[in-house]
């Protein structure tokens, strides 16, 4: 079965169709209009190994005054987590590694701990990490056009060139919408890859719950 059916089937006993898209699958949850997932999969650099990247993409805000101001606020609380181990979990949590590349695009940027600090106190969200358990877990805003934003998350540093990043640079002052990215990052081919997959979506639902609530704060 390849990884594109388990998706299918792991999702669609939630109830959330799955639509293929040309680099990805996109499932979009009935119950949520302003929260689109993608799911990819890419193979390691110098390895056979292979993983799977579940990015959920929700909007929180449009047409808002000072919206340059509160993206600004926040791609200083993005965060990423990281869980190591193989029979017990070591959690590491710490600011969004990307924040030293994307100054060079932005100027200076005073990372925060406001955002990660209110997921922490979330106990059930931090049950569904351990449970779902994720390699690595990004929280950031959207950087650019959504109708760009998927080769954006595709594309590596080297690859970037200076019209995406002029393109950042202008989003970055004139967003238009202000939204939230969830990554998730697990190993393919894992034992019970469904149950996988299916948690993981889970976890990131929970995600948007936490990320709406404190983005009411910035405005």
């Known amino acids: 079965m390849s990884w594109r059916d388990v998706v299918r089937r792991s999702l669609g006993e939630l109830g959330v169709p799955v639509e293929e898209s040309r680099r990805c699958l996109i499932a979009r949850p009935p119950d949520d209009p302003y929260l689109t997932v993608a799911i990819l999969q890419r193979r390691l650099q110098m390895s056979l190994d292979r993983k799977v990247e579940m990015i959920g993409v929700v909007e929180v805000a449009r047409g808002v005054e000072r919206a340059s101001e509160v993206l600004r606020r926040m791609l200083e609380e993005s965060f990423e987590a990281e869980l190591k181990g193989i029979f017990r979990k070591t959690l590491k949590m710490r600011s969004w590694r990307e924040l030293r590349y994307l100054e060079k695009l932005c100027g200076p940027l005073r990372p925060s701990n406001q955002l990660l600090e209110a997921v922490k106190a979330d106990e059930g969200l931090m049950r569904e990490v351990m449970r779902a358990a994720p390699d690595m877990i ?26 995406m990043r002029r393109m950042i640079a202008r989003y970055l002052e004139e967003p238009e919408r202000l939204a939230w990215y969830v990554r998730l990052h697990f190993m393919y081919g894992l034992p019970r890859m469904a149950a996988k997959v299916r948690r993981n979506y889970q976890l990131l639902t929970r995600f948007v719950g936490v990320l709406r609530d404190f983005t009411r704060q910035l405005f």
Do not use: K, N, Q
């Open 138 to 163: 990004e929280v950031f805003p959207e950087l650019i056009s959504p109708e760009y934003m998927e080769v954006y998350m595709t594309a590596s540093h080297a690859a970037m060139g200076p019209l």
